[in-house]
């Protein structure tokens, strides 16, 4: 725990940004050299295909395949990570990977000013949090990227968020963590 005390809490950065990937990049890069850790990562990437807003993690998991990242990446479109599967998946991570980072990739909620930007933090995130599940903790860095505005019918508000956006976060987390971990 002492560790990630030295990293910055989060940092922000917004999707239009046109230099979004590489400063991403960069944040990654050094919070993993803070954590004393390097290349390869694993990438668990949380979410559903069944929700818009909640397909942000799969589609990063998606591009980073199809980029052909050097390292182990969890949660594709077509083998999701989510509440069903993430407990077992998480134990099974962690008996492989013992040593090696772990950056975790989910969507989340935020405020109206928020929407749209992805955020690099120390240590983990609490997967569902925004829906109010009870989810193990995952991670030893996260990054997020925040779909939609929360507070009031969270799963109503994930079904509606548009697909555009998902997409465009998706693509420059996966650039930013293929620059930064390959």
Do not use: W
């Amino acid at each position: 725990m002492g560790r990630i005390a030295h990293l910055p809490c989060c940092e922000r950065v917004a999707v239009d940004d046109a230099h979004a990937a590489q400063r991403l990049c960069r944040l990654l890069e050094h919070s993993a050299r803070a954590l004393g850790m390097s290349a390869p990562a694993t990438v668990l990437c949380i979410g559903t295909d069944r929700s818009t807003g909640d397909a942000l993690g799969p589609l990063v998991g998606t591009f980073l395949r199809e980029q052909g990242f050097c390292g182990p990446v969890y949660g594709t479109l077509d083998e999701p990570v989510h509440a069903g599967n993430l407990e077992p998946l998480l134990r099974e991570i962690r008996a492989r990977e013992a040593r090696g980072l772990l950056v975790a990739v989910d969507a989340c909620l935020g405020r109206h000013d928020s929407v749209g930007s992805m955020t690099v933090g120390a240590g983990p995130l609490l997967p569902g949090a925004a829906v109010r599940k009870q989810l193990p903790p995952a991670g030893d860095l996260h990054l997020t990227g925040t779909v939609n505005v929360g507070g009031f019918m969270e799963y109503l508000v994930l079904q509606n968020t548009r697909l555009g956006l998902v997409v465009r976060m998706a693509r420059t987390m996966a650039l930013a963590l293929s620059a930064a971990f390959s």
